[in-house]
């Protein structure tokens, strides 16, 4: 199975600041990564699919790079509602595997 | 818009089975792949498997194979699972979620608890 490795674990922002998520595939994935928000007793919502494109209706704030094993989920403009859980999550390779999730909270 | 309802909570019994079901609207549900994945309380997310409503191909998660069933019904535009031989490593919340791979829309979750 891709392991996926997330960084960091759980960080805080202040109102304002930019801040980014880390993902490391134990092998390349093609560019097929999606970064996913959850907050607490919701459903994972979509942010960014093949790595760089935004879902539609999620701000522009949010942005995602990356290439063969590495990618990064950038927040710029901390804002109260981007507290939540944060997943990467690799649609390469059977079977399809998430990040372990970074807690964001707002400083 | 798209909409994916699931079924209520279950609490059942050890070696019990149950079928969770996924209602969907606003999308072509017939020509579209729905994922099924698993969330312990504050873990990460798990994926079990997925089906094309065309023609009820299916792809599973090893770990998953003999757990899980998914099947689909057309006419109503829904989804299921069946979890089978229950224990309490099964009590978790499950989401369906269209797509393959990279998914757009998911439900709501349904909490399944395993308990005597």
């Known amino acids: 199975d891709i392991q996926m490795t997330q960084s960091p674990h759980s960080l805080s922002a202040s109102l304002g600041e930019t801040v980014s998520i880390e993902c490391l595939a134990s092998e390349g994935i093609s560019n097929y990564l999606a970064w996913y928000q959850q907050k607490p007793g919701k459903s994972p919502q979509l942010l960014i699919y093949y790595a760089s494109s935004l879902q539609d209706g999620v701000p522009s704030r949010f942005s995602g790079s990356g290439s063969g094993t590495q990618y990064s989920l950038k927040i710029s403009n901390m804002q109260p509602e981007d507290e939540g859980v944060y997943y990467c999550q690799q649609g390469y390779k059977y079977p399809y595997t998430f990040g372990a999730g970074t807690k964001l909270e707002l400083k | 818009q798209v909409k994916l309802q699931q079924s209520g909570a279950e609490l059942v019994k050890p070696g019990a089975s149950v079928k969770l079901s996924c209602k969907t609207s606003?999308?072509?549900?017939?020509?579209?792949?729905m994922s099924w994945f698993k969330q312990i309380p504050g873990q990460s997310i798990e994926w079990i498997g997925m089906?094309?409503?065309?023609?009820?191909?299916?792809g599973y998660n090893q770990k998953f194979k003999g757990k899980a069933t998914l099947t689909v019904d057309t006419s109503s535009s829904t989804a299921y699972m069946d979890l089978s031989s229950l224990t309490t490593e099964d009590s978790a919340v499950y989401f369906c979620a269209r797509g393959m791979g990279i998914t757009y829309y998911w439900g709501q979750g349904v909490m399944v608890t395993v308990s005597s």
């Open positions: 606003g999308y072509t549900f017939s020509t579209s792949y």
């Open positions: 089906i094309y409503a065309g023609d009820g191909g299916t």
